[in-house]
């Protein structure tokens, strides 16, 4: 599975994007999807998940509230709303393919990568 990540860019603080990872085979439908987020030298955080049909989703405590995952099987496509942007925000994003129809928090679960896409929040 070959993941393309997308929707990142120079906001102000405040502002929103809408960040969209992209699958290349139907195989996504079956599995749980997560956003990560990881900034030069530190590891990999978990920013929120969504399992297979959508039924499960969770949300790291510092995006609560401001984010929201959602998915498209029929496009292949997941999507993270991110709007009330930080320059905490400020880092580059990943999504994964977990393991199985959810993948919770931890990047473990998880076992295709995307190539990332930069989010700048100024302040």
């Known amino acids: 599975v070959q993941l393309q990540a997308s929707g990142g860019g120079l906001v102000q603080a405040g502002g929103s994007l809408r960040l969209s990872c992209a699958a290349s085979?139907?195989?996504?439908?079956?599995?749980?999807v997560g956003w990560f987020r990881q900034a030069p030298e530190k590891e990999r955080d978990f920013v929120a998940g969504?399992?297979?049909?959508?039924?499960?989703?969770a949300y790291a405590d510092s995006v609560k509230g401001r984010f929201t995952i959602s998915r498209d099987n029929a496009k292949n496509t997941v999507y993270l709303q991110m709007t009330s942007l930080k320059p905490e925000d400020t880092t580059v994003y990943y999504c994964?393919?977990?393991?199985?129809?959810?993948?919770?928090?931890?990047?473990?679960?998880?076992?295709?990568w995307g190539q990332g896409t930069e989010v700048t929040v100024s302040s």
């Open positions: 969504i399992s297979w049909r959508g039924g499960s989703i």
């Open positions: 085979r139907r195989t996504f439908s079956n599995n749980g």
């Open positions: 994964a393919v977990a393991r199985s129809t959810w993948g919770g928090d931890e990047a473990r679960m998880y076992h295709y």
